[in-house]
């Protein structure tokens, strides 16, 4: 029987299996509560305080470590020591050999790349046609992918329509980002009169099956100009004597951190925001599709106060984006914090009755 690869599968014991390999090929000593830390983005020291075991993920690094160090060992036996502590014990590698389990990593990333081919040839119904036709131009996996759509052997599709305004230069404006190149186009807001922008690409973003591409402009506000592609009219135009202006390290993960969708609005700030959720369907349905990453349960579902219901924490900035997808939810959702807020979606609810109010 041939031996299990140990880097091969996916999820969370492949992803500790990698972090703990590369970690002990630095020749230090490396303990459950390092890989730990690393994977989970938490300080060195952290669980010098906290335990390991309250952590998510924290039984697949229990069944990942001893794997590495047992196909270390059978490969090249007397290459792991230990630090001789029962508490707090690590491990380091001590092999002449610089990557042991070479060939087997090399085996996976060859069949990870097919794998992905394969993905990419089924994600066709997934990706905007002109995205998948533009990376994947004059290859097998095009020709294939075509045949077995006019066969009628597509196996994935998306629910958001693709076939979208300018959805044609979703694959313009991303090699732009990745060769730096500067670019000019007309674009016209709704309702308002067409202009030029001299703009630098350098972030796309999908939001509610739009595609927005942000970039710095010859236009107020100068930094992070948002410009839904479906607003561009015209040509595309490449501009080669202007130096293209780069994004600063980590500024679009930021400038997105506290927002649900694309939009800042003036003068808010981020807040706690407290969402009481009127039944159990509704509360469970959150938890697992929170509404923005810091979504965090404050209040589990049950009887409080006579009444039923639990309660979510979002911290966060209000912009349209979130009250619309509060208002999604109707009546089972109720904002509970800030007032600010509160009073916000009551006058678009106010409206709302209004118009189908019979005493217009």
């Known amino acids: 029987m041939p031996t ?12 500790f299996v990698n972090l703990i390999y590369m970690e002990l090929m630095k020749r230090d000593f490396v303990s459950y509560a390092d890989v730990l830390a690393l994977y989970c983005g938490r300080p060195k ?34 290459c792991i020591k230990d630090n001789g502590k029962n508490k707090g014990k690590a491990y380091k590698y001590i092999g002449k050999d610089e990557d042991p389990l070479s060939e087997e990593r ?6 990870s790349v097919e794998d992905y081919v394969a993905f990419c040839k089924a994600s066709a119904g997934i990706m905007p046609a002109s ?5 994947f131009e004059n290859t097998q996996v095009l020709l294939d992918t075509n045949r077995e759509s006019k066969d009628g052997e597509m196996r994935i599709c998306s629910g958001a329509e693709q076939n979208l305004t300018n959805i044609d230069l979703l694959p313009v404006f991303y090699k732009a980002i990745a060769n730096k190149q500067v670019l000019r186009f007309d674009y016209q807001r709704f309702g308002q009169e067409s202009f030029t922008l001299v703009f630098h690409p350098q972030f796309l973003k999908e939001y509610n099956g739009r595609w927005f591409v942000f970039g710095d402009a010859n ?60 039944t159990e369907y509704q509360h469970g349905l959150l938890l697992t ?11 589990p579902y049950g009887e409080h106060d006579g ?54």
């Not at 090399?106 to 069949?111: D, I, L, P, S």
């Not at 992070?224 to 130096?243: K, T």
């Not at 599709?289 to 979504?295: C, M, Y």
Request: hydrophobic letters at 35%; charged letters at 30%; a negative charge.
């Open 131 to 135: 995205w998948f036709s533009s990376f």
């Open 45 to 78: 020291d952290y669980y010098d305080k906290m335990a390991c075991n309250k952590e998510p993920g924290y039984g697949e690094l229990k069944k990942a470590f001893p794997e590495v160090l047992k196909a270390l060992e059978k490969i090249c036996p007397g």
């Open 4 to 15: 299990k690869n140990i880097f091969a599968g996916f999820g969370v014991r492949s992803e």
């Open 106 to 111: 090399k085996a996976v990333v060859q069949k």
């Open 219 to 278: 236009r107020e506000p100068y930094q992070a100009y948002n410009v839904p592609l479906d607003r561009i009219v015209g040509e595309v135009s490449e501009v080669n004597d202007v130096e293209y202006i780069p994004a600063p390290k980590g500024f679009y993960q930021e400038f997105f951190s506290n927002i649900i969708g694309v939009t800042h609005e003036k003068d808010v700030k981020v807040e706690d925001v407290i969402i009481r959720t009127k």
């Open 289 to 299: 599709k929170p509404l923005h990453h810091s979504q965090e349960e404050v209040l």
């Open 307 to 360: 009444q039923w219901y639990g309660e979510v924490k979002l911290t966060i900035e209000s912009n349209r984006e979130l009250r619309g997808r509060i208002l999604l939810f109707g009546e089972n959702l109720e904002v509970i914090s800030p007032q600010s807020l509160r009073e916000q979606l009551r006058d678009i609810i106010k409206r709302q009755m209004m118009q189908y109010s019979d005493e217009k």
